[in-house]
């Protein structure tokens, strides 16, 4: 199965590690630097005209997503791709 991130982002869910509203994490000093190292590394993907409301960490990379956690959720437990 999948999971699609929004903009054309699509991930298989076997490779999601976590979901994240970015929001609420990146409060933690331990999450901006981490988001800066995945930066400086490569490994950041934005599919977003906005600003992110998410971050999904998979087993390569990290996609900041325009959509909010909970939606993310909601498509991964409705397993809509």
């Given at each position: 199965?999948?999971?699609h991130?929004?903009?054309?982002?699509?991930v298989?869910?076997?490779?999601?590690?976590?979901?994240?509203?970015l929001?609420?994490?990146?409060?933690?000093?331990?999450?901006?630097?981490?988001?800066?190292?995945?930066?400086?590394?490569g490994r950041?993907?934005s599919?977003?005209?906005?600003?992110p409301?998410?971050f999904?960490v998979t087993?390569?990379r990290?996609?900041l997503?325009?959509?909010?956690?909970a939606?993310?959720?909601?498509?991964?437990?409705?397993?809509t791709?």
């Open positions: 199965m999948y999971l991130l929004g903009k054309g982002s699509v298989p869910k076997s490779e999601v590690i976590a979901v994240f509203d929001d609420n994490s990146s409060s933690s000093h331990i999450t901006r630097e981490y988001l800066a190292r995945a930066e400086r590394e950041v993907v599919d977003c005209d906005d600003l409301k998410s999904v087993n390569e990290v996609y997503s325009q959509l909010s956690s939606t993310l959720m909601s498509r991964w437990e409705n397993h791709a």
